[in-house]
């Protein structure tokens, strides 16, 4: 069984800072991709940002220069440290990761349970 769990959400105030990680568990056999996805209320869940096994990264054109994506293979965990948040940063984060089990070894995507980050005065 594969595991992504996430921590680091909160209520932050408009221009303030917040980091977000997520560590992945289990049985698993290779990471290939992980990252982060929002969803705020009424709207789709969207990119925000994806880095691969080899520190490729991608990035949503809203938080360009104020996110940076990373991660620690070591450790299994990536994290999104968000900086100069605005009110529309508000949503549920996700965690993603397309992984593969010891059990089929085959590409799947999984997901953690999310954290609220709240930007507001």
């Known amino acids: 069984q594969v595991q992504l769990v996430e921590s680091g959400g909160g209520l932050v105030q408009p221009g303030g800072s917040l980091r977000l990680s997520c560590a992945a568990s289990?049985?698993?056999?290779?990471?290939?991709?992980m990252g982060w996805y929002r969803q705020a209320p009424g709207k789709q869940r969207e990119l925000v940002a994806v880095?691969?096994?080899?520190?490729?990264?991608n990035y949503a054109d809203s938080v360009k220069g104020r996110f940076t994506i990373s991660s620690d293979n070591a450790k299994r965990t990536v994290y999104l440290q968000m900086n100069s948040l605005k009110p529309e940063d508000t949503a549920v984060y996700y965690c993603?990761?397309?992984?593969?089990?010891?059990?089929?070894?085959?590409?799947?995507?999984?997901w953690g349970q999310g954290t609220q980050v709240t930007v507001s005065s």
């Open positions: 993603y990761g397309d992984l593969s089990s010891r059990y089929d070894y085959t590409s799947r995507d999984y």
């Open positions: 289990g049985t698993i056999f290779n990471i290939y991709t």
């Open positions: 880095i691969t096994s080899g520190g490729s990264t």
